[in-house]
């Protein structure tokens, strides 16, 4: 004879107990490797590569160039100054141009296209009543984009070091104050730098992911988080505001320079990372919150 339902298996109609569909495993859902390749496949992902692959050059051929107009009578020494000493000082030198806004934009970029993307094209709801969890549905575009934004400063950062090593030379990095720094701890402290950026440019991209959790325009929750960036920015050049602005989420925007000290200062440094790590939290956990109370409608 069958077992009966009461005696805890399913009926025939395939359903669960528990209601769910027989085989339903939520933690199975929207997978991060069919989410990648989703997000990959877009015209801004591609439109993001190339511009990491190509900036590189274009700067190669600006300072080349440029070459003959560096006389200029100055005694400071700037990173600018020795971008084609090799290929690692070009490397930092792509760094410090782009810290301030196209890296910034870049994470906003894939962070705030999370959410609101799929609610502009109407597709969120549909994904929730796969259904996706909500929360895992978060959890898995956090980390394509995490993973998107890292890939596209670790290209960034690789171009950089390749060309310039092709065109300047892959010598040792000669600092601002005269000191040279040999390969092998150039390229770990060129590492470290990547890595300090990572954990600081999560602030931005956090941002955008809890504004994109509340619009519907991707444009909103990348601009949105480019403009409130851009905002404590110019209010951290404001020296009334004394030591307010040592908590701005722009604070310690270049301490990964500090890199370049013998021996490393690590103040700001480690500074700046507690601080990315805890506004990274904060922002992340409004998104979180923010959405599992959405009403969904689009």
Excluded: C
């Excluded at 298996?9 to 929207?30: C, E, F, S």
């Excluded at 999370?114 to 994904?127: C, D, F, I, M, N």
Aim: aromatic share 10%; glycine share 10%.
């Amino acid at each position: 004879m069958s077992a009966t339902v009461g005696e805890g298996v399913a009926p025939a109609t395939g359903v669960q107990p528990t209601g769910a569909v027989a085989g339903y495993r939520p933690g199975r859902t929207l997978r991060l490797s069919v989410e990648l390749r989703r997000q990959f496949k877009r015209r801004r992902t591609l439109g993001v590569v190339g511009l990491m692959v190509a900036l590189p050059l274009v700067l190669i051929a600006a300072l080349q160039l440029g070459a003959s107009d560096d006389e200029n009578g100055d005694t400071a020494v700037s990173l600018v100054d020795l971008a084609t000493a090799s290929g690692l000082n070009f490397t930092l030198f792509v760094l410090f141009a782009t810290t301030g806004f196209l890296l910034v934009v870049v994470f906003a970029l894939f962070f705030g296209d999370t959410v609101a993307s799929e609610a502009q094209w109407g597709s969120l709801r549909y994904t929730l009543a796969t259904p996706v969890p909500r929360l895992r549905l978060l959890r898995q575009k956090w980390l394509a984009a995490f993973t998107l934004s890292v890939a596209s400063l670790l290209l960034l950062t690789v171009v950089s070091v390749v060309a310039g090593g092709l065109f300047f030379g892959f010598g040792d990095i000669q600092t601002t104050v005269g000191l040279s720094i040999p390969q092998g701890d150039a390229l770990v402290r060129l590492a470290g730098m990547v890595g300090y950026l990572t954990v600081h440019l999560l602030v931005v991209g956090t941002l955008a992911f809890w504004l994109s959790t509340i619009t519907d325009a991707p444009l909103a929750a990348v601009g949105g988080a480019v403009f409130m960036t851009i905002v404590f920015a110019i209010l951290e050049q404001i020296e009334q505001l004394g030591a307010v602005r040592d908590y701005f989420p722009t604070a310690e925007n270049y301490a990964w320079t500090d890199l370049l000290l013998s021996p490393v200062d690590s103040g700001d440094l480690f500074r700046g990372v507690v601080q990315s790590l805890v506004y990274a939290a904060v922002f992340t956990s409004l998104g979180l919150w923010h959405f599992s109370r959405r009403d969904v409608t689009s």
